[in-house]
């Protein structure tokens, strides 16, 4: 089984910046690809970022994309999500999310494609 525990989110002002990090146990990323994603109050469920275990390759959404980064040590199991920026609209649970397997992932921006999440940690950024 593999286990998923974000941390490093809380109360920042907008324009200010957070890195959320996502420890992982019961399976070495190495080899995997890793998702973040958010959910707001109401909303559904939507991808933030990922990167493949192969080349590096990382994916983010149009929203994020200049501001945020994903990233990982391989050596500590731990992925991240560095924020910058922040805007209000930011503000939800953000989750880690791995696959059920190795290689490549097929859809890697939707959530049907991580089998393991974690419980998420809270991003309120007020304006």
């Known amino acids: 089984q593999v286990q998923l525990v974000e941390s490093g989110g809380g109360l920042v002002q907008a324009g200010g910046s957070l890195r959320l990090s996502c420890a992982a146990s019961?399976?070495?990323?190495?080899?995997?690809?890793m998702g973040w994603f958010r959910q707001a109050p109401g909303k559904e469920r939507e991808f933030v970022a990922a990167?493949?275990?192969?080349?590096?390759?990382?994916y983010y959404a149009d929203s994020v994309k200049g501001r945020f980064t994903i990233s990982r040590n391989n050596a500590k199991n731990t992925v991240y999500l560095q924020m910058n920026s922040l805007k209000s609209e930011a503000t939800a649970v953000y989750y880690c999310a791995a696959p059920p397997r190795s290689g490549r992932v097929v859809g890697i921006r939707t959530t049907t494609a991580y089998d393991y999440w974690g419980q998420g940690t809270q991003v309120t950024v007020s304006s």
């Open positions: 019961g399976r070495a990323i190495s080899s995997y690809a």
């Open positions: 990167d493949t275990w192969s080349d590096g390759t990382t």
